[in-house]
């Protein structure tokens, strides 16, 4: 009797460590199947510090290739595998005239860009846009000016890309070398139009809909295959509203900006906001659910057809803005150094998105290179940032299909749940991933998984395990050092519709599912 004090004395570590260690189930339904756009893998760059011309393109540099992309930094942003690049802005699009990118380089205009400072010397225009989206075998998305240009200069930018005939701007991109029309597809009518400080001018959603009517009729009537991307506001609901009633017939895409701005450097203030912007999320969706899917009544005398698909959302910037961190560099302080604490953040954004995939049509990062970027270049060389790991890892291993998933995990001590989940499976069928964060920044979380519906050939097969993790949450990577973030992995066979995973505190895991059929296969 006199020894259980010592007794209970010597095992309590273990029995804390066990009380710390947090439970977790997933429910999956293989059966509850939504399509993922891969367009939700897109990016974005603009003319904005150094993000394309000393990013992307360095003419000068010993490390550019003829064209004068930097080679090391596209051989970075190739590995991104983005499907969408979205160009030339931003804020910037409301001073840019496109005519000023083309041509022989010496005789291109340089001007002062008054939306972000220093002087743009339109060496990298339309035709090097075309060209690093071919190297990325990306499909290019260019945005108009409707602050400072016309309805007309917009259709004359879609007849330089895409005309076909003897015509005065389709024989000026010839004349620059391109016999073969750029067939560029996806078209942003402005950007933030709403935007009181930006040199905009379309402050009244009515106004917005009267100009993009024009500009959209005057660049459709140049090409009518065009998809059109118009500008919402999630935090405006009767703006978005209205442009969806009076532009519903030809609007393929509302545009929306999800930034996360915490309101100061903890971690639980990331999360937060970030977990925070489903809400918007949910309301813009309900907006959507109100549409009808495809139009049929269209006056003849548009002379180009309406929409005939539903219309699906185009979060066309998303990022982190860590404003509070006060530690951007460079033009507007947008040269972020990301912490792993930003990594777990973007695989929670990317969760997210993947969750509402029904209603996403295409999603893309803000930026790329340099400002808010993944990847980060200097005169000498360039490096991958935490955030690139979760933006290249749900490019190589979400499936086609989003599949329905729930997670009963405990709160955090910040009051968000533990586990933060998405599900996903190929077009096979053969192969399901789940992307897992767990965001208790203390324990680790043992957690089932349970699937329902599971197709047959998993009876039997492999489930391997990623775990990316960093000392800690304000771990780095920098120049000198590009390794702040650890992989590890492993593998076990699996029986059944149930297994058991252990995730390390503060990681980001992907679980892949591979079923026997699939074993032989490699
Ligand atoms: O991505 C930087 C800026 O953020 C974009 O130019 C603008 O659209 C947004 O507010």
């Known amino acids: 009797m006199k020894l259980f004090p010592y007794l209970l004395l010597l095992l309590s570590p273990f029995i804390l460590f066990a009380q710390n260690k947090k439970q977790a189930v997933i429910k999956i339904d293989a059966a509850a199947k939504t399509e993922i756009n891969p367009f939700q893998y897109g990016q ?6 150094r993000a394309i011309t000393g990013g992307i393109y360095d003419e000068h540099s010993p490390l550019a290739d003829q064209e004068g992309f930097r080679k090391d930094v596209l051989e970075k942003v190739k590995e991104l595998r983005t499907p969408l690049l979205r160009y030339p802005g931003g804020t910037f699009t409301k001073i840019y005239h496109w005519e000023d990118g083309i041509g022989p380089k010496a005789a291109r205009k340089k001007r002062k860009n008054l939306i972000w400072g220093g002087v743009e010397d339109n060496h990298f225009g339309t035709a090097e ?14 945005v108009v000016n409707m602050a400072t240009g ?25 004349r620059d070398g391109f016999k073969e ?27 917005y809909i009267r100009d993009t009517w024009q500009f959209l009729k005057l660049m459709k009537l140049q090409d ?23 532009l519903g017939p030809v609007c393929d895409f509302l545009s929306i900006h999800l930034y996360s701005i915490p309101k100061d450097t903890t971690f639980n203030s990331l999360i937060t906001s970030i977990d925070e912007i489903e809400k918007p999320l949910v309301k813009m969706e309900s907006l959507l659910a109100k549409m009808p899917a495809k139009v049929e009544q269209f006056n003849k005398w548009y002379r180009f057809p309406s929409r005939k698909e539903p219309i699906k959302l185009a979060i066309d910037e998303w990022g982190i803005w860590d404003l509070s961190s006060g530690k951007g560099k460079g033009d507007y302080q947008m040269e972020y150094q990301y912490n792993w604490s930003h990594a777990l953040g973007v695989a929670t954004f990317m969760n997210l998105f993947q969750r509402h995939s029904s209603s996403i049509g295409m999603a893309t990062w803000a930026q790329t290179v340099n400002v808010l970027a993944p990847v980060m270049s200097d005169p000498t060389g360039s490096y991958r940032q935490t955030v690139f790991t979760p933006l290249k890892a749900f490019r190589d291993y979400a499936g086609k299909y989003n599949l329905q998933t729930a997670v009963e995990s405990e709160n955090t001590a910040g009051g968000f749940k533990t586990l933060d989940v998405s599900s996903s499976i190929t077009e096979d069928g053969h192969q399901l991933t789940l992307t897992i964060v767990n965001r208790d920044v203390v324990n680790t979380v043992q957690s089932n998984i349970e699937i329902e519906h599971l197709p047959a050939p998993f009876k039997t097969g492999i489930l391997k395990k990623i775990s990316y993790t960093a000392a800690h949450l304000y771990a780095v990577n920098t120049f000198k050092n590009e390794h702040s973030v650890k992989k590890s992995e492993k593998s076990e066979k699996i029986t059944g519709n149930q297994m058991t995973i252990s995730l390390p505190p503060a990681s980001f895991n992907i679980i892949i599912l591979q079923a026997q059929d ?5």
């Open 44 to 49: 974005f760059i603009e003319h904005l510090g």
């Open 129 to 142: 846009f075309i060209s690093y989206c071919r190297k990325l075998n990306a499909e290019p998305f260019l």
């Open 150 to 174: 016309t309805p007309e200069e917009a259709a004359n930018w879609v007849e330089y890309c895409n005309g076909t005939e003897d015509t005065y701007y389709a024989n000026l991109r010839r």
């Open 181 to 207: 029309p750029f067939n560029v597809k996806y078209w942003g009518i402005g950007n933030e139009e709403g935007a009181e400080t930006d040199a905009g001018r379309h402050q009244d959603p009515e106004l």
């Open 224 to 246: 009518n295959s065009l998809k059109f991307i118009l500008v919402g506001n999630s935090e405006d609901i009767a703006w978005s509203s209205k442009v969806l009633q009076q």
């Open 518 to 522: 699939m074993l032989r296969k490699n």
